[in-house]
Every structure is written in structure tokens, then in C-alpha cells.
């Protein structure tokens, strides 16, 4: 299938008959016997994988085996923030890599996923804040990735309808100009129909169900659509990594937790930027629809219920009204929840297993969506190659036993 | 939301709690002879199931003591609580499918 460029002649051709001669955005092709690659897992790092496999490995012979529809999982759950200001070296290369695949996604897969570099505020609210932005900035610094202090007075100017002096009053914040939002169903669907042109089979409402291995060797994946042989196997999976593991025969240094987001009803727009606050422990941004996207802290048990705890909504909001008081009396729309795969050092896992030919993409944990372009790009390099990609080679899950572990947990408290 | 039978005061909600995680995971007792393998494995590996899960809670907001819960990780029905050093309940066949208490 030729995919049709969208531009605007193909805007004005297609209005000529009512928008509804639109071409299909991807195929629904049945599952071949055999694969190059298979990947499981349909949400934006799988697709991702696949996309870059096909367009920078020349491998096209590719199948995206998902359980549900694409980008139902996480992608479609999170608070869609993109930055790339880390502590640790490690996560700047992942994340500054991703940053950069960001910064001309929309052109490249001809497909907008709205990307938008609105500026992204971490607020710091006692003098710890303060001494752990000037460090952690100081070091996004020396990465050559940029960052900047603001003053209280600065952050009023931002954004002006913040209350300074809340009950834990702001002090300063940390700002990446270039982080920012972008749409998470588009970044999916982007990734799905680029892939797809290349030859990509995405095979949606299939779901693995186990994994054919021989001697310590991955020769393919056991399916509702019936078994299908794969040389290699990359698992994308977040949240049921672990299940995932557990059906290859080994464990993951990962555990499972449900974290919730939500929306407000659409406001005209009053905040032009991305405000993170691990203090207080609140993420606000507003989508482009105007509701203000909130998020915050997981719950702390493992669950795959994909509900979030009803006393963790007066968690998030109750900070969003003291940041915010305007929103004191804004309805909330909708509430939802997703699983995170939460490593103990909060960097995920991109790494062989000891499965030979059988890869893991996963322990993103609640931060997983800004790195989706530069996850996709590294896994999709390690598994057409064999060989991990040099800037995901750190994220081996060998860390866990060697002790190099990259602890942006404890480096950033706890926003994600 | 869960509700947490603490086995000293009772059912209470979850918000009175703290969960820490995985039960029943033993130090080991000859720390100086493992390997980097078997000690990252004890102290970052979890089995992390989507089935029943025998877990540690603490009742912080309560008497603070801490106990052992089984509950199903997909529905969260828990299936009950029990002391340290004592056995876990037994579970019926529709427990371990998640189904009802």
C-alpha cells in the first residue's frame, strides 16, 4: 500500500467529497508465519521500534503483535509531557536523544503529532528544592542541554496566575524552554501509519500468549491469531513487562503500579506552559482542546487493576488548588488510570535477557512517554544489530547485579 | 480504594496503610558467599504476578504494627490478612482467579 502524503492539496482534494475518501491509516493484515522481527506490544515504543527498524535498519519484515488497539495502553494515558532534564549522564543521552527525534518528528512521519516546546517549569518549594535544581540544572548544563533558573518574580511573569505564596511557597524553578507537550494518540497513530507504509504488519486484538524458545533460544511467539516464528522478539510491554518475563521463565527487578491522571472540563487558555512540582507533587499542563491535563503520584501497591486509589485524586488536586487557586472550583471531566513498570532507580530497562534473541523494552515507569521517539530508535538499532546501542547499553537489566545502577529516583525526588 | 483487615483492629481503610512490597522475601543467611547475581536478585528482583500476591503492609495511622495480605493484583480483592510467622489463609480455586471473596 502507497501511502498518501498529507499536505494541503490533499486537504482540498479530499474536501471535495465531504472528507470521506481518506485513506486508511494502516492495513489490518492476518499474521504471517514468519517475521525478521516481532514486537510486542502496540503503544508508542513498540511502534516506534518498528518504524526506525524498518526506515533506518532496512528491516522491514516486521510484526507489532498488540493485545488490544494501538496506543490504548499508556501511551494513551499519560500526561503527554516531553523534557529531557535529568541528573544522571546516562538518562541525558537517552532522553536529549529523544529530545532531538521530537524536535522534527511531524515532518519526518508526515503526521502531526503536535509537538509543542511551550517550556517546562519544575517548581522548587524549600531550600532542599532549591539546592537539588541547582545541581541537577548545573549538570543538564555540563550535558549541553539547556536550562535556566528562575527567580519567584521570573515564574510570575511565566505564568501569572500561579499563587506564589501557597502554603509551601515557590522559591525558584528550574525551566527547559524546549520541553514541552505533544499529542499522545498522534505520536501512536504517526508511528503506526509511517511504519505501515514501509511494510510493517500491525496486528491489533492478538495477544501473546506465550514464547516458543529452544535451548536458550527465542524462535517465536505463541498467539491468539495461532503461533507466529520470529528471529527476534522485542518485548515493549510497560506495565506487563513482568508477566511477560514470567512466561519467558525469569523475573524482573520491575513491580507494577496503577497511576492515575485527569482532566478538567476546557478552560479558554490560562496556562502556556508545563508546571511540575515534586514537593507538592503535581504536574499541570493544558492540552490544546483547553482541559488541564493533572497528574501525579502512583499508588504504592502492585496492581494491574489500571483504577487508581480514590484517595490519591484529593493528592493531586489539593496541591493543583493551592498552585492554582482559580481551579478551586473547576469540575473535574475524567479520571483514569494506567500500569507503570517501576525499576528501584527509576531508569528503565533496555536490554538483552537471558533468553538469547529474545529483547526487553520496559521499567519506563511513570515517565516513559517523552522518551518514546529515542526508545524506539535505540532498541530498534540493539535489535537489528544484536549488539545494544551504545546509548542503551547503561540500561542493561545487568545493572541490578553489577550495582551500576542510574538513580534519577533518589536524583529527582520524585517527579517523573 | 481498599479496605484492610489489620488482624489487631480490624477491617480499616487502605488510606490508614502502607504497603512495602513482596512477603516472605528472606535475607539470606550466608551473606558472604553470594555471588553479585544472588544478591541483586534479593535485593531488586520481585516476582510482580497478575494473580494472587502475598504482600507487606504496615498500619501507620493505626497501631503500627505490620502483617501479611493476600490479594489478587488484577481485581484487588484482598483475601485476607495474617501475623508474621503465622501461615497464609487458604485461598479457594475462584481466589485465584480473581474472582469473589
Known sequence: MIMKKYSIFSLLRNSMSYHENWQKNWRSPDPKSEYDVIIVGGGGHGLATAYYLAKECGITNVAVIEKGWIGGGNTGRNTTIVRSNYLWDESAA???????????????????????????LHLAHNVHDLQEIGRRGNAIHFNGIDSEFLTPAQVKEMVPLINLNCRYPVLGALLQRRGGNARHDAVAWGYARAADAMGVDIIQNCEVTGFNIENGVVKGVETTRGSIKGKKVGVVTAGHSGVMAEMAGFRLPIESFPLQAMVSEPLKPCINTVIMSGAVHVYISQSDKGELVVGAGSDNFVSYSQRGSFDMIDHIISPMVELFPFTSRLRMMRQWGGIVDVTIDRSPIVSKTPVENLYFNCGWGTGGFKCTPGSGHVFAHSLANGEMHPIAQPFSMNRFNTGALI?????????? | ??????????????????????????????????????????????????????????????????????????????????????????????????GKK
Not at chain 2, 539470606?28 to 504476578?49: A, I
Request: with cysteine; glycine share 8%; aromatic share 12%.
Open chain 2, 1 to 98: 480504594m481498599l479496605l484492610i483487615e489489620c488482624p489487631w483492629c480490624g477491617e480499616r481503610d487502605q488510606t490508614e496503610f502502607t504497603c512495602h512490597g513482596e512477603a516472605h522475601i528472606v535475607r539470606p543467611k550466608n551473606p558472604d558467599e553470594l555471588t553479585d547475581e544472588q544478591w541483586g536478585d534479593y535485593v531488586f528482583f520481585r516476582s510482580n504476578p497478575k494473580g494472587l500476591h502475598k504482600e507487606r503492609w504496615v498500619h501507620d495511622h493505626g497501631c503500627r504494627r505490620w502483617f501479611n495480605v493476600v490479594r489478587h493484583t488484577h481485581t484487588d480483592i484482598v483475601y485476607g490478612s495474617y501475623k508474621p510467622g503465622e501461615p497464609a489463609p487458604e485461598v479457594s480455586e475462584e481466589a485465584l482467579k480473581g
Open chain 1, 407 to 416: 538513580d534519577e529516583g533518589a536524583a529527582a525526588a520524585v517527579a517523573h
Open chain 1, 94 to 120: 537517552i532522553y536529549e536523544h529523544a529530545m532531538k527525534l521530537w524536535e522534527g518528528l511531524s515532518q519526518e512521519l508526515n503526521y502531526n503529532v503536535m509537538f509543542s516546546q511551550r517550556g517546562l
